[in-house]
T-cell receptor, first 115, second 112 residues
Framework: DAGVIQSPRHEVTEMGQEVTLRCKPI?????LFWYRQTMMRGLELLIY????????DSGMPEDRFSAKMPNASFSTLKIQPSEPRDSAVYFC?????????????FGSGTQLSVL | GNSVTQMEGPVTLSEEAFLTINCTYT??????LFWYVQYPGEGLQLLLK?????DKGSNKGFEATYRKETTSFHLEKGSVQVSDSAVYFC???????????FGQGTRLTINP
């Protein structure tokens, strides 16, 4: 299996632009998580899905952030409009059905820089 | 709420030194505890876990024991290698909860 696949690996954009991050979870995993990593705040959970349904989005920082999971093999995290303080590494992770809190499989992340 | 506190880094050691990275937690009930490792340019990987008090998780020479009396889950390795250089995250998940709560991470550098 190719693991969790994220794209792009790096994104540089200007303040005010729309940014879309993409994630393909491991086939057969039914839970998907979006995390943000910064030096100041560490690793923060933004939102997670079970069976394509958003379960907890309390970590989404504000309305500029939105996430979708239209099917079991694809999810997006969108920031519109982007701001410099959104600069971070964004990770997607998926987990095995039945025991979602036992082991997360992380992608390699998207390094986002908002100028 | 649930939280995890790790010793602040960075930590720099020489090869073959003994490693301890401290982790303490605050949680209700009986959480599961984890150590994840992040190598440069990669996502996090599960290193080891323990699901009940006094359990010892181990993998790749690393060990951690679930101590409920001290609410701790310290990571240890007897002889570190250059390839162990990475960021280490302690994490917990509460009973019935699906999401993990991570500590801040500790950057470890091993010099030859």
């Amino acid at each position: 299996d190719a693991g969790v696949i994220q794209s792009p690996r790096h994104e540089v954009t200007e303040m005010g632009q729309e940014v879309t991050l993409r994630c393909k979870p491991i086939s057969g995993h039914n839970s998907l998580f979006w995390y943000r990593q910064t030096m100041m705040r560490g690793l923060e959970l933004l939102i997670y899905f079970n069976n394509n349904v958003p379960i907890d989005d309390s970590g989404m920082p504000e309305d500029r952030f939105s996430a979708k999971m239209p099917n079991a093999s694809f999810s997006t995290l969108k920031i519109q409009p982007s701001e410099p303080r959104d600069s971070a590494v964004y990770f997607c992770a998926s987990s095995i059905p039945g025991q979602p809190n036992e082991k997360l499989f992380f992608g390699s992340g998207t390094q986002l820089s908002v100028l | 709420g649930n939280s995890v506190t790790q010793m602040e880094g960075p930590v720099t050691l020489s090869e073959e030194a003994f490693l301890t990275i401290n982790c303490t937690y605050t949680a209700t009930g009986y959480p599961s505890l984890f150590w994840y490792v992040q190598y440069p340019g990669e996502g996090l990987q599960l290193l080891l876990k323990a699901t009940k008090a006094d359990d010892k998780g181990s993998n790749k020479g690393f060990e951690a024991t679930y101590r409920k009396e001290t609410t701790s889950f310290h990571l240890e390795k007897g002889s570190v290698q250059v390839s162990d250089s990475a960021v280490y995250f302690c994490a917990l998940s509460s009973q019935g909860a699906q999401k993990l709560v991570f500590g801040q991470g500790t950057r470890l550098t091993i010099n030859p």
